[in-house]
Every structure is written in structure tokens, then in C-alpha cells.
């Protein structure tokens, strides 16, 4: 994922998500146009909260370490849950609960009677909330060393930036807008969300935004929290497929059954002829990546495997881009097993049973976009032209994919400082200038929510 420069930063993005893909096109908003901002950012409520990021730094810092020194790879979000289940009480936020998939829910209630355009349907169903989400999950296997090493602002560990950052950061807003008082208009809904690297497969926003789930149909508007920095906007999902290509065969002794097929030699070729896959180059064609994450079997340098697999990942934001490599990748398994089983018949002597092959997909995260004139991305312009911060519209996977594949407004920015080396033993993050990305995301949730 670390794009071109030095000090890569890894914001608001998974870890292996592509490049930035500036889309300059997008018109700036000027805060002076946006009536809704500029009461926003004069409230002197919302300036109390803005004081207090750079005051609360040490606790920030604190949350931080302190989540990142509990082990959490998707599927096991356990006990990071719970962790942060006691901040959401802590700050006081309310309805705090676990979902059936390990989701950890709390609620910023709305205050005031103040009618909001989202909310003017006059009737009593709950009101439409805004749903701020970080992911607890990451990328590191069980018993990685979770330890943190501390160097002036810079901190250091597995999964500090992607998403200790983000999970601090919205910590960091809920409390302010907890502590302040902040009168919101429309109810903010903070989730930390499971299983969004890897094999998780983004299951714990497919489960919060499901069909059959009431907060599908109550959020106005989704703002994922992933990573460092200020300079993204990422506002287009890439889509991703991610699929186990496993061989099969007979097996067997390395001298008594010489001339058995071999999955693993089988393997080589299906992923050396997938590997040569033509990606499109032109800035007119949807970018696209291919990736062998994976490769295992046999049992030792002197039997014939039984077994080999890989496990491959494919990106783009072009659904007929990612339809194109699947194929290429079925034609590769078919080409790789009719090779080495064409040899083994051709080959006097014994007969063997033929190598089999099955792909099965692990991963369908679903690409979508968000629209240019959507509020949401209206209101980040305002307050990145508010700020003078300058950030770049980007693709990438995350936690969004799945609201903007249903249409609904989502965008995912970073928790402010610096990060980089995500995914890897050397992931760092710098402290510094933190307190400009919180008052960005505060202002963001703002915008969206209104105050009461
Ligand atoms: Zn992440």
C-alpha cells in the first residue's frame, strides 16, 4: 500500500489498497458558501471541543498504545472490543452494546428540538443518524510481539497507524463532543467495526448495513475513520476478489512413485501464466492490481505433494476490469492442471490418478463511488477550504465500500498526524499535529449532523 514518498503515509486506506488517484476535477467549496459551516465552526461549543485535542494529547497517545498492545486479527476482535467498549462508556456515550458479529455500537444521542432537513418527516420513527466507523481488526496473525516503542511523538508497532489511529481518533471526537456538550441535531452512531482487512471480507459493516438492520435504513450518511493523515478523501471504493486456488493429487514417494503429478509444480504454472496478465497502463481505464499473497503445501523435499495453494488478490474499480482477471485466473488454473496431467499421461510407464483444482473466492468487496455533488462530500470540501487543508479525492478498500455500494453517502478519511509502514513489524505513527485531523473529522460529523 505505501505510495511514492519517503515518509509514506498510510491515511484512510487498507493496508494493501492502491495508489492515490488525485481526481482534481472536484469543484473546492468555499466555507463562506456553506451557511451551515460557518455556524458550525463559531459555536463557541464546538470551539471548546476543538480546544481540547491538543490539550488531551497524553490521553490520545495513551488510547493509542493501549489498543495496539491488544492482539486483535479479524476474526478474533474480542477482547479489543471490549476494551473499547469501556472508552464508549467512559466518555458517555449511551446504548453502548456488542453486535451479533462483534461490532462494538455507542450512541452520541441528538439534543434540542431543532428540525433538522434529514429529520423533517414529522413523524415519531427514530431519527436518521450519522455513523462514524473505525475498524478494530488488523492484518497481524496471533502472538505477533503487540509491544509499542515510544521516540518523542513518533510511536512504533504493528498496527499503530492502520487502525490505532483511526480507533483513537474517533474515540478523540466522540469524547469531545461528549465533554463539550455539543448539541447535535441529528444522533451520531460510533462503531468499531470487525473484520475489514483481509479474510474478514469488510463483514462487520456488511453486517451493521445489512438489509434485515435498522441502521441501514437510520444512517444519513457514513464517515469511516482508517489510518493517519489529512491529505485523503477517500471517496471511491476499490472493488477486490479475493480467491484459494487449491491442487490436488495422488502424492506420493519421491523415487518409488517418480513420475506422479505434482500440484506444487502444477501451482508454479498457473500462477506463473497468471502473472502475465496484461494490466491497463492508461489513465482511461480503471487501474487495476493483481496479488499472489499466499503459496503453501507438500510436507517434505522427498514426497510428491498432496496438496498445493494460493491465495490471490485481485483489485480495480472496474467491475468488467475485475470480471477480466477472474477469467484470467480461471484460464490460468485450467492451463497449469491440463499442463502437468498432459505430461504425467504422456510419460511411459505407471498411471496416476490426474491433479483436480478448485477455486473458491474469500473475498468480494463491491467498488462504488461517491456521487460529486453528494452532501457529504460537500461538507469535507467546506471544511478542508475552512482549514486550508489541502487533501486528494482516492480509491481504496475500506469500510466505506460497502455503503457506497449501496448507494449511500460514505467516505473515509484519516485520524490526523502521520503514519506509514502499514501491514508491516515496522508501522509507525507520528503524534504530531494530530489535533488538525481530529478538528477536520469533528467538523466533518458536525457538517453532517447539525447542531440542535
Ligand atoms: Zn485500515
Given at each position: 500500500m505505501p505510495t511514492a514518498n519517503d515518509r509514506t503515509k498510510d491515511s484512510a486506506k487498507d493496508g494493501a489498497s492502491a495508489r492515490a488517484r488525485s481526481r482534481s476535477d472536484a469543484p473546492p467549496v468555499s466555507p463562506v458558501e456553506d451557511a451551515g459551516l460557518a455556524a458550525i465552526v463559531s459555536h463557541p461549543l464546538v470551539q471548546a471541543a476543538a480546544e481540547r485535542f491538543a490539550v488531551q494529547e497524553p490521553r490520545y497517545r495513551e488510547w493509542q498504545i493501549e489498543v495496539t498492545r491488544i492482539a486483535s486479527p479479524s476474526f478474533a476482535e474480542v477482547a479489543r472490543g471490549q476494551w473499547l467498549a469501556q472508552r464508549f462508556a467512559e466518555i458517555g456515550l449511551t446504548g453502548i452494546h456488542r453486535d451479533e458479529v462483534g461490532n462494538i455500537l455507542a450512541m452520541a444521542p441528538a439534543q434540542g428540538n431543532a428540525q433538522h432537513p434529514a429529520n423533517a418527516n414529522g413523524n415519531d420513527s427514530p431519527k436518521p443518524c450519522i455513523t462514524v466507523i473505525a475498524h478494530i481488526d488488523t492484518v497481524f496473525p496471533p502472538h505477533t510481539p503487540t509491544e509499542v516503542r515510544e521516540e518523542g511523538s513518533m510511536l512504533f508497532g504493528p498496527g499503530i497507524s492502520d487502525n490505532s489511529a483511526g480507533v483513537t481518533a474517533m474515540l478523540a471526537v466522540a469524547e469531545a463532543i461528549c465533554s463539550a456538550r455539543i448539541p447535535l441535531a441529528l444522533p451520531v452512531l460510533f462503531v468499531g467495526s470487525v473484520g475489514e482487512e483481509g479474510e474478514g471480507d469488510l463483514r462487520g459493516v456488511r453486517h451493521l448495513f445489512a438489509?434485515?438492520?435498522a441502521w441501514r435504513h437510520r444512517t444519513a450518511a457514513v464517515i469511516a475513520v482508517d489510518g493517519a493523515g489529512t491529505d485523503n478523501i477517500v471517496a471511491e471504493g476499490l472493488g477486490s476478489r479475493r480467491f484459494e486456488v487449491t491442487l490436488r493429487g495422488p502424492g506420493g514417494h519421491s523415487w518409488s512413485d517418480a513420475g506422479a503429478p505434482s500440484p506444487i509444480l502444477a501451482l508454479a504454472r498457473v500462477l506463473d501464466r497468471f502473472s502475465q496478465v496484461i494490466l491497463p497502463q492508461s489513465p482511461s481505464v480503471p487501474k487495476s492490481a493483481v496479488n499472489v499473497g499466499t503459496i503453501e503445501g507438500g510436507t517434505s523435499v522427498n514426497s510428491i505433494p498432496e496438496q498445493a495453494r494460493a491465495r490471490v488478490d485481485i483489485r480495480s474499480s472496474g467491475v468488467a476490469e475485475l470480471d477480466r482477471l477472474e477469467r484470467a485466473l480461471v484460464l490460468a488454473v485450467g492451463y497449469g492442471v491440463e499442463t502437468e496431467n498432459r505430461r504425467v499421461l504422456a510419460t511411459p510407464g505407471r498411471a496416476f490418478a490426474s491433479l483436480t483444482s478448485e477455486l473458491r473466492k474469500i473475498g468480494d468487496r463491491p467498488a462504488g463511488d461517491l456521487a460529486l455533488d453528494s452532501r457529504l462530500l460537500h461538507t469535507v470540501r467546506a471544511v478542508d477550504s475552512y482549514l486550508g487543508n489541502q487533501a486528494h479525492l482516492q480509491r481504496a478498500s475500506t469500510d466505506a465500500n460497502i455503503p457506497l455500494s449501496l448507494g449511500m453517502e460514505a467516505i473515509t478519511l484519516g485520524g490526523g498526524g502521520s503514519g506509514g509502514g502499514?501491514?508491516?513489524?515496522?508501522e509507525w505513527f507520528d503524534c504530531e499535529g494530530r489535533e488538525f485531523g481530529l478538528q477536520r473529522l469533528l467538523l466533518t460529523v458536525l457538517g453532517m449532523a447539525g447542531l440542535g
Amino acid at each position: 500500500m505505501p505510495t511514492a514518498n519517503d515518509r509514506t503515509k498510510d491515511s484512510a486506506k487498507d493496508g494493501a489498497s492502491a495508489r492515490a488517484r488525485s481526481r482534481s476535477d472536484a469543484p473546492p467549496v468555499s466555507p463562506v458558501e456553506d451557511a451551515g459551516l460557518a455556524a458550525i465552526v463559531s459555536h463557541p461549543l464546538v470551539q471548546a471541543a476543538a480546544e481540547r485535542f491538543a490539550v488531551q494529547e497524553p490521553r490520545y497517545r495513551e488510547w493509542q498504545i493501549e489498543v495496539t498492545r491488544i492482539a486483535s486479527p479479524s476474526f478474533a476482535e474480542v477482547a479489543r472490543g471490549q476494551w473499547l467498549a469501556q472508552r464508549f462508556a467512559e466518555i458517555g456515550l449511551t446504548g453502548i452494546h456488542r453486535d451479533e458479529v462483534g461490532n462494538i455500537l455507542a450512541m452520541a444521542p441528538a439534543q434540542g428540538n431543532a428540525q433538522h432537513p434529514a429529520n423533517a418527516n414529522g413523524n415519531d420513527s427514530p431519527k436518521p443518524c450519522i455513523t462514524v466507523i473505525a475498524h478494530i481488526d488488523t492484518v497481524f496473525p496471533p502472538h505477533t510481539p503487540t509491544e509499542v516503542r515510544e521516540e518523542g511523538s513518533m510511536l512504533f508497532g504493528p498496527g499503530i497507524s492502520d487502525n490505532s489511529a483511526g480507533v483513537t481518533a474517533m474515540l478523540a471526537v466522540a469524547e469531545a463532543i461528549c465533554s463539550a456538550r455539543i448539541p447535535l441535531a441529528l444522533p451520531v452512531l460510533f462503531v468499531g467495526s470487525v473484520g475489514e482487512e483481509g479474510e474478514g471480507d469488510l463483514r462487520g459493516v456488511r453486517h451493521l448495513f445489512a438489509e434485515s438492520s435498522a441502521w441501514r435504513h437510520r444512517t444519513a450518511a457514513v464517515i469511516a475513520v482508517d489510518g493517519a493523515g489529512t491529505d485523503n478523501i477517500v471517496a471511491e471504493g476499490l472493488g477486490s476478489r479475493r480467491f484459494e486456488v487449491t491442487l490436488r493429487g495422488p502424492g506420493g514417494h519421491s523415487w518409488s512413485d517418480a513420475g506422479a503429478p505434482s500440484p506444487i509444480l502444477a501451482l508454479a504454472r498457473v500462477l506463473d501464466r497468471f502473472s502475465q496478465v496484461i494490466l491497463p497502463q492508461s489513465p482511461s481505464v480503471p487501474k487495476s492490481a493483481v496479488n499472489v499473497g499466499t503459496i503453501e503445501g507438500g510436507t517434505s523435499v522427498n514426497s510428491i505433494p498432496e496438496q498445493a495453494r494460493a491465495r490471490v488478490d485481485i483489485r480495480s474499480s472496474g467491475v468488467a476490469e475485475l470480471d477480466r482477471l477472474e477469467r484470467a485466473l480461471v484460464l490460468a488454473v485450467g492451463y497449469g492442471v491440463e499442463t502437468e496431467n498432459r505430461r504425467v499421461l504422456a510419460t511411459p510407464g505407471r498411471a496416476f490418478a490426474s491433479l483436480t483444482s478448485e477455486l473458491r473466492k474469500i473475498g468480494d468487496r463491491p467498488a462504488g463511488d461517491l456521487a460529486l455533488d453528494s452532501r457529504l462530500l460537500h461538507t469535507v470540501r467546506a471544511v478542508d477550504s475552512y482549514l486550508g487543508n489541502q487533501a486528494h479525492l482516492q480509491r481504496a478498500s475500506t469500510d466505506a465500500n460497502i455503503p457506497l455500494s449501496l448507494g449511500m453517502e460514505a467516505i473515509t478519511l484519516g485520524g490526523g498526524g502521520s503514519g506509514g509502514g502499514a501491514h508491516t513489524l515496522q508501522e509507525w505513527f507520528d503524534c504530531e499535529g494530530r489535533e488538525f485531523g481530529l478538528q477536520r473529522l469533528l467538523l466533518t460529523v458536525l457538517g453532517m449532523a447539525g447542531l440542535g
